[in-house]
């Protein structure tokens, strides 16, 4: 990928010849992948719902077909957001709709059955995609029993609150203010 980068750098920046490791986990490569394939099925969804209701004979689904896309973008975008998990749980869910609409679809007089067998068998194996990706993304929490890390005697100022208020009081006199008299709690603007 850096060989692209060198091509819009300027004269005089520096080359990249090297890449290094990725700091992106395989989870989150994964969550990636799955939220640019939503955005992608999504719009084909959304676009061009009549080619997937004759595909699948069930024509007269279009305007399902288009919920279906919106409800795809937006997990795609959201599993590409901060709160990925999120996303991929709202694909998790959508994956039972997805097979939900679908077989209502398998009726005897749909000579298309086979292309639903097919469609039913890719949504689970993506199903069982998107719940991987959720479960290795999801918020990490300490055990129960963890101990947590307290903090009731640090007031913020590495040198403690007496030296802040010394260096306040040097800076207000020095600025030709009137020095700030000990134990006054007003601020020093």
């Known amino acids: 990928m ?6 819009v750098r300027t004269k005089g920046d520096p080359k990249i010849v090297e890449g290094g490791p990725s700091l992106k986990q395989p ?12 955005i992608g099925l999504g719009a084909f969804e959304l676009f ?3 080619r997937v209701t004759e595909a699948l004979g069930m024509e007269g ?3 399902l077909v288009r919920a279906f896309g919106v409800r795809e973008i937006l997990a795609g975008v959201m599993s590409l957001s901060v709160d990925k998990n ?3 749980w709202a694909r998790v869910g959508g994956d039972g709709l997805d097979a939900a609409a679908l077989l209502s679809g398998l009726t005897a007089d749909n000579p298309k059955k086979g292309n639903i067998a097919l469609a039913l068998l890719m949504v689970g194996g993506i199903a069982v995609l998107d719940y991987r990706a ?3 993304t999801k918020p990490r929490r300490p055990a129960r029993d963890a101990r947590r890390k307290l903090y009731p ?6 040198k403690g609150i007496e030296n802040a208020r010394t260096a306040a009081r040097q800076i207000a006199a020095h600025a030709g203010r009137s020095e700030v008299k000990q134990g006054d709690e007003r601020r020093v603007p």
């Open 2 to 7: 850096f060989h692209f980068s060198n091509i």
């Open 27 to 38: 989870a989150d490569q994964l969550a990636r992948a799955l939220g640019w394939f939503s």
């Open 48 to 50: 061009a719902p009549r």
């Open 61 to 63: 689904h279009e305007t």
């Open 86 to 88: 999120a996303g991929l």
């Open 134 to 136: 959720a479960q290795d």
């Open 153 to 158: 005697n640090r007031s913020g100022f590495p």
